[in-house]
């Protein structure tokens, strides 16, 4: 089925009674050419670029329990293109563009909304980092605009700028930067992928995966044996266990990033704002409420929830910053599962077993690269080359110490990207 | 309408109040619901969806409907729940998310559109054309929805934060709650007794039940009394205990001042308490759940319990012809209470077919409401029988599915409850919370006798492995009636009939979401917004449960629950920030001379959590640049003074001191003569540069390390934990002492002389040549002295302990006036260290290695230290690696840029051919032009190469040579003349 | 969350400083090779359960403490001083 403003009215005229299924819920076939580990939106979108862009339909994607119940279903759905290394910078850019056709590519809308991203800085020597910054978006053919006080002044009057502890000294913009809703990007996905005979297995656990000579054969799930010549781990949060399963041990400490949303509220913040000082991300849903995050817990964890340091910590960090939330009431916080890897970037290669391939390690900053992630790590399955916008995801990275991207300068210690 | 006789209300006083401009008034004890109701107004909010107008469903914190905004200007305070508000003279509340008025909203229009908004509608359409997402559709959405408005103001109120311990934190202070604190505070335990209404009690309060023969309330009060009378109890009212956090900690929300719309100096609005407890006993109680059926919304329709806790606690009838409608004994009771109240109970629609009957009142059995009428409030419903429908005149139905029990926290930690088939509900399931107890209603057991017993149960429990020992209780007097419920979610019929409330969710939205294959409970809630209202589901969930359970045939228990998560009631941002707002965010760290910097006018800036002057004004000087570049001369023809207290300062002692220096050091420390300096290098574990500074040898066994402002905390930790977990053999052991010393750099030609005349004995090259350092006396204080560098003239940095930092700051700077030179601030210390190519973290940013700054060759190959065999690895001293330079502007363009990226002459300024970056920039007034530092594709070896800086941000492109980063006097003459 | 330093008994985790898994206690020798260096510095056993972990009490006494602790739960099993602690 086609959605469309004429559908919608349509359905409602006649009872809303000839809506379908989003997708199929199919029964595991035995054998398919390629399995995707994981239905969250990574995994999602690698299966629909796999049918789209290389015409690969036999694939599965095999999810333990819901389609999008990872991660792309619990951020702060930040969508923007702004790194500044090489390697991050081309494929954020490459992400960043597929985003915008994606409603008109997946016919669903997920409502990407380029409302801008302002990053604030707060010393000469922060301009200087923001500057390098802005400088490479601009190189990349990206958008980047140097704001001063005054202009931020007139943007975000609600700033504290009298009396914040570290004054705000002017910010970065990057007006192609947004949020978009996070579920309906796992649902387009899915349902795009679907469409395209790509069969989405809720509810199917892998426990185990089948290698023989050092090839990959198949998987093992808790709804029986699935034989595959190419089996692809996109598994973000857990992805040291399913890569256990091959024998592999991986760059990755998995850690708990909370997040908040406040009760609903008349439209009072129109952009993304961040504030490094106090690691404090803000935007509006368009339901009213304030989205907002900030950092890690900082301890290993897999429990999905935080403590209260960090949400005391995320807080002050917002009402240091913009004293006018205050009587903005927080209605729900979660955690998720960060893959922390150790340079703060993703891996997204091949592994030293023929046909099993690996993307993971996206700290907190997975959301965005929903699309472009599916892009080349469909490219990467189905070419067994690195798409030219992800030559350097390299697993071996830390190893032989070639292209390392650490954009926060932090080094090995996992959670301090 | 007032009930005369009935109520825990004050009668006597009289409180004004105003309700959308219009004035009311109400009783002492009064929240705002339970006065307009008293006031006969039923219309009290709008949805969020559809703005469909809605009245007060429930009588508690859950309240879905009756959000309004309280006061106005900076106090202004959005969606405060009608059922929690008490009235106070002068209390002005407004209602939200309407427009025009409450009364007519235009926005209700979207009412009519209903049926092409429903489920996931906005997915499927307002795609075309592309660019209408962000101009035309999404501010129209954004303004439609939210509920209430911030003010835009910043906060002017108080709120604090505060920390509190307890062997027993008892949640919710109803039957079973007071039970477990009584017997626990007789036992002796430290009891925190905490509960989110204006008063103890709970669900007592709003029945008629006794206790021990006693009317519920004066047992209630009896119980307190007795609790405020023990030390080792503390009774909290107006707290909702929030979140339930890792081994016992609680966060609780306590409500201080709204209540009274007073400020009493010092005294904060709100509280946040974070609770630290061995043990806890949950006694949260159960929400009642409303039945969904067509245009079960309509002001005037609430919860049975709720009809029932205005009746008996605020003395208001909610109608004065009132219809119950249910599928447990609840109603009877509902029923029973208006009665005998003297209201007129239309009649009772039991669901159930073995319905008890009354004298009293006309009972329905096995009938079913099945629609409403009433355009803002309820006038009639209709009723199914097995004989056919039948209508009924009513303002006020009260309605009950049944009860849930209060779960919520028992969830906080991952928890799943239990499905209990036989009271049609969620329990929690035991050890979900380690060392929370759940007892009550909250676990299920619904009877004040139930309640009172397991109160006692639950503490003993809690408290048994804690080695307190309770005394006997008898087990109070009250009914023990059994809870017999026939499940009841939805009645079947044509049109609307709501589930949440507030999103406006309907059976038919979550049917549809089934059909859409969005089957799982998550994705039900996701794709409907069901349970995603300020209640978050509290009203609705296990309804919507048992819909999509029914609508993809399987049972409840399988389809499962989505996750409660905290807080459980919505919690003010600025009350779990208190103290955060402004300078408060962070700690201020102020040196010795930061008063007579100030004095002389220098602007502060913050370096780390610390404030440096910026640099010295001088009258005639109007620009920072003309300060700056007279202090630069200053230093490099006279003498300058610095605070350079900031730099970290650490004291290592012990007979291992060298041998440990030696391994977090690149170079070596163990052979550094005492009484000299040494520059040096330590790495992360990962090859990259971590951090620089000078160390000194004071003694045989004793250091002192400097290190970065910034990386002051970051070096102890790893000192520490380089000694303690890599190398615990070494006898060494550290001490932060930058706060105990106050240093200042005195640098220029004229120092020795500047210092000559404060120490015991003359300074000569023979006894302190370059890098030396030692122990000396200043004008009688003991002190240390160190002949270093950072400017590269001839300099020292003279320290003394930080209580005469400040008396010596001043000496220091009126000496160099003296000698025509004066104090210098952070600027010029920049432009200076520029000139001599020295690197700060601008430089050494966390991605650099020796190799990138030059000092490849200070990676002594003698020893093993940390970092060294990861900067090994081939990526970390290949070619191509950028690698710091100088930089000069040759072109006709001569500015630099800190942050602008370097290219090849002739090639495009695009990512490919990007060959490195500029780090600090300054203008030097000692060569007359910019220079700059920056990191370059194979600087080193492209000396003299012309390469284009181009600024795309800025605009700005310039021609540059590559030079050495050692701009100034690059043999060094100057250190040591 | 609550953790007991062996010295100053059981505090708040923001006394605490978290750097990683407690692995990072068995530095390899200088000449160990290139796997077992990798395995150190950036390999993780990142178990969903037990873990062994480095805190430092950086708001207290300064020791480094090993917690045996579940990712999970967050359950803390056992704490013990890292001088005292190393495998």
Redesign the interface.
């Known amino acids: 089925m086609r959605f469309s403003g004429l559908r919608v009215l349509k359905e409602g005229l006649t009872g809303n009674k000839g809506w379908t299924p989003h997708w199929r819920d199919p029964e595991p076939r035995p054998e398919y050419d390629i399995v995707i580990i994981g239905g969250g939106g990574h995994g999602l979108s690698t299966a629909y670029y796999l049918a789209k862009e290389h015409g690969l339909t036999n694939v599965a994607v095999l999810e333990k329990g819901y389609i999008g119940g990872g991660n792309v279903g619990r951020n702060t759905t930040i969508v923007r293109a702004n790194y500044f290394l090489q390697g991050n910078s081309e494929f954020y850019s490459h992400s960043l563009k597929l985003w915008e056709g994606l409603e008109e590519d997946l016919n669903y809308n997920v409502m990407h909304s380029q409302r801008g991203i302002i990053n604030l800085f707060h010393s000469d020597g922060q301009r200087d980092a923001a500057a390098r910054r802005g400088n490479m978006m601009i190189s990349q053919g990206d958008d980047a605009i140097l704001l001063s006080r005054d202009e931020l002044r007139k943007m975000l009057p609600y700033l504290n700028y009298d009396d914040l502890r570290f004054p705000i000294y002017g910010g970065l913009y990057h007006p192609r930067g947004g949020t978009a809703r996070h579920d309906a990007v796992a649902w387009g996905y899915a349902r795009g992928a679907d469409q395209r005979g790509v069969d989405l297995i809720q509810n199917c656990e892998v426990t185990g995966i089948d290698i023989k000579n050092g090839a990959v054969r198949g998987v093992q799930t808790t709804r029986g044996p699935i034989r595959a010549r190419k089996v692809a781990m996109v598994v973000a949060g857990r992805s040291s266990q399913v890569a256990a399963m091959a024998g592999m041990r991986l760059p990755i400490e998995s850690h708990v990033l909370q997040a908040f949303v406040t009760e609903g509220l008349k439209p009072v913040i129109d952009h993304v704002v961040t504030f490094g000082m106090g690691h404090f991300y803000i935007s509006q849903s368009d339901k009213g409420g304030l989205v907002f995050g900030g950092d890690l817990d900082f301890y290993a964890s897999y429990a999905a929830r935080g403590n209260l340091p960090t949400v005391e910590n995320v807080m002050e960090a917002g009402m240091a910053l913009m004293p006018m939330i205050g009587k903005a009431r927080v209605l729900r916080s979660w955690g998720g599962i960060m893959d922390m890897s150790p340079d703060g970037s993703p891996i997204i290669d091949r592994t030293h077993i023929d046909g099993l391939y690996l993307n993971c390690g996206w700290n907190y900053g997975g959301f965005k690269a929903v699309p472009g992630s599916g892009h080349v790590f469909a490219h990467l399955i189905a070419t067994d080359r690195h798409h030219e916008n992800a030559t350097k995801f390299r697993l071996d990275r830390f190893r032989t110490g070639r292209g390392v991207m650490d954009e926060e300068g932090k080094g090995s210690q996992h959670n301090l990207h | 309408m007032r009930i005369k006789g009935k109520g825990l209300i004050d009668r006597s006083r009289s409180i004004p109040f105003m309700f959308d401009g219009v004035r009311y008034s109400g009783f002492e004890g009064d929240t705002l619901a339970s006065a307009l109701l008293a006031n006969g107004v039923r219309l009290m909010g709008r949805s ?1 969806k559809y703005h469909r107008p809605r009245g007060v469903l429930t009588a508690g914190s859950e309240e879905p409907n009756a959000l309004v905004t309280v006061g106005s200007g900076a106090s ?4 405060v729940r009608a059922t929690v508000q008490e009235i106070y003279a002068g209390l002005e509340a407004c209602s939200q998310n309407r427009w025009p008025s409450l009364n007519f909203d235009l926005l209700a229009a979207n009412d009519l ?1 209903a ?2 908004l ?1 489920a996931g ?8 054309p ?1 660019s209408f ?2 101009k035309v559709y ?1 501010p129209i ?3 439609a ?11 002017v ?1 108080k ?1 604090e ?1 505060a920390w509190a311990f307890c062997d027993l934190l008892v949640i919710g202070a109803g039957p079973a709650g007071l039970m477990a604190a009584l017997v626990a505070g007789r036992a002796g335990a430290d009891v925190i007794l905490a509960d989110e209404g204006s008063r103890m009690g709970g669900r007592l309060l709003a029945e008629t039940y006794e206790i021990d023969g006693k009317p519920g309330h004066v047992w209630v009060d009896e119980v307190q009394a007795e609790l405020e009378a023990m030390d080792n109890v503390r009774l909290m009212t107006r707290t909702s205990v929030a ?1 339930v ?5 609680y ?1 609780a929300l306590e409500r201080v001042h709204h209540h009274d719309g007073r400020h009493p100096h010092g005294a904060p609005l709100e509280t946040f308490w ?1 609770i ?1 407890a061995k043990r806890s006993v949950l006694a949260a109680g159960a929400l009642e759940r409303p039945v969904a059926f067509r245009d079960n919304d309509r002001p005037g329709i609430m919860t049975a319990g709720a009809v029932r806790a205005y009746l008996n606690r605020w003395g208001v009838s909610a109608g004065k012809n009132v219809t119950v409608f249910g599928n447990t004994d609840d109603i009877h009771r509902t029923a029973r209470d208006l009665l005998a109240a003297g209201v007129h109970v239309a009649a009772v629609i039991d669901s159930r077919h073995d319905a008890p009957l009354s004298d009293d009142y006309p009972v329905l059995r096995g009938a079913q409401v099945c629609g409403s009428s009433g355009r803002k409030g309820l006038e009639a419903i209709t009723v199914r029988r097995p004989s056919g429908e039948e209508r009924i005149q009513t303002d006020c139905l009260a309605m009950t599915g049944g009860w849930n029990p209060s779960v919520h926290l028992t969830c ?3 928890g799943r409850p239990t499905w209990r088939r036989d009271i049609a509900a969620f329990v929690p399931t035991p050890g979900a919370v ?1 060392g929370m107890v759940p007892a009550g209603a909250c676990n299920g057991s619904f009877s004040t006798a139930a309640c009172l017993r397991e109160g006692i149960a639950a503490a003993g429990e809690a408290l048994a492995d804690l080695g307190v020992k309770l005394p006997e209780v008898a087990v109070p007097e009250a009914e023990d009636t059994p809870y017999e419920i026939a499940q009841l979610w939805a009645v079947p019929g044509k049109g609307r009939a709501w589930l949440d409330f507030q999103n406006d969710v309907t059976v ?1 939205d979550v049917k ?1 979401a089934a ?6 409970v ?2 039900m809630k ?2 409907t ?1 069901q349970g995603m ?2 209640d ?1 589901g509290k009203n609705s969930n296990v309804a919507a449960l048992a819909v999509l359970a029914d609508a993809t045939g399987r049972g409840i228990s399988e389809t499962g629950t989505t996750t409660f ?3 459980y009631a ?5 009350a ?2 208190a103290g ?7 700690p ?1 760290r102020f040196t010795t001379s930061h008063k007579a910097s100030v004095a002389r006018g220098a602007p502060m ?2 370096a780390g959590l610390w404030y440096r002057p910026s640099y010295f004004p001088k009258p005639g000087e109007t620009t920072w640049r003309q300060s700056c570049d007279r202090e630069v001369r200053m230093v490099r023809e006279a003498v300058g003074v610095c605070d350079v207290s900031t730099l970290g300062k650490i004291d290592i002692q012990g007979p291992d001191a060298g041998a440990f220096l030696d391994f977090v050091y690149t170079n070596m420390f163990s052979t550094l003569k005492v009484g000299r300096v040494r520059y040096g290098l330590m790495l ?5 540069v ?1 951090d620089d500074g000078t160390t000194a040898r004071l003694g045989q066994h004793h250091y002192l390390m400097t290190t970065t402002t910034a990386a002051a ?1 970051d070096v102890m ?1 790893h000192l ?2 380089v000694h ?3 190398r ?1 053999e070494l006898d060494v052991c550290f001490a932060s002492v930058t706060e105990q010393w106050a240093q200042f750099a005195v640098a220029g030609p004229k120092s020795r002389d500047l210092l000559n005349g404060l120490l015991e004995k003359p300074l000569s090259d023979e006894e302190w040549p370059f890098m030396a350092c030692g122990p000396v006396k200043v004008l009688g204080v003991e002190g240390r002295l160190f002949r270093i560098s950072f400017s590269g003239e001839h300099a020292y940095e003279i320290a003394v302990p930080a209580r005469y930092g400040a008396s010596l700051f001043d000496i220091l700077a009126e000496r160099a006036e003296a000698l025509g030179g004066g104090p210098y601030g952070m600027e010029a210390l920049n432009v200076l260290r520029i000139e001599k190519g020295h690197i700060t ?2 430089e050494i ?3 650099t290695t020796a190799f990138d700054i030059g000092m490849g060759r200070m990676v002594s190959q003698k020893k ?1 230290c940390i970092g ?3 900067s090994e ?4 001293e ?1 070619e191509g690696r950028e690698q710091l330079v100088g930089l000069k502007p040759v072109g006709e363009s001569k500015q630099l ?5 370097l290219y090849n002459e002739g090639a495009e ?3 490919v ?2 060959q490195g ?1 500029v ?2 920039v300054c203008y030097s007034p000692t060569l007359g032009h910019m220079i700059g530092l920056g990191f370059l594709a194979d600087g080193p070896e492209r000396h003299g190469e012309t390469v284009k800086m ?5 605009g700005v492109t310039t021609l540059c040579k590559v030079v050495d980063p050692v701009f100034f006097d690059p043999e060094g003459g100057r250190v040591r003349g | 969350m609550r953790i007991t330093c062996p010295y100053c008994g059981e505090r708040d985790r923001r006394e605490f400083y978290y750097r990683g898994a407690a692995t990072d206690l068995d530095r390899p020798a200088p000449d160990a090779g290139e796997e077992a260096w990798e395995n150190f510095v950036f390999l993780r056993e990142n178990p969903a359960g037990v873990t062994r972990d480095l805190w430092y009490h950086e708001g207290g006494c300064g020791a480094w403490v090993v917690v045996t602790r579940n990712t999970v739960t967050h359950e803390v099993l056992e704490t013990r001083l890292a001088s005292e602690a190393r495998s």
């Open positions: 969020f202004q305070e959005p969606n559109a049926p092409f429903g509608f906005y997915y499927k359409t307002f795609m075309w592309k997402w962000e999404e959405i954004r303004r929805a939210g509920l209430g408005a911030l003010s835009g103001q910043d906060n109120d709120y934060r979140g956090y890792d081994q016992g900690t966060a974070r630290v906080h930690m991952n380690p038919k549809q059909v859409e294959n969005f089957r799982s998550e994705h996701r794709y917004t209202a300020t978050q998560r905290p807080p919505p919690v003010s941002i600025a779990i920030a955060a707002e402004g300078r408060g965010f962070r201020q800036i913050e992360r574990e990962d090859g990259y971590m905390g930790k520490e934990f303690q977990g890599l615990p973290h601008a940013h966390g991605r093993d060294k065999t990861m690895r081939p990526g970390l290949e840029l800190a942050g602008a990226h300024p695009t990512r051919n990007d970056y780090t600090s181009v600024d795309g941000l800025r």
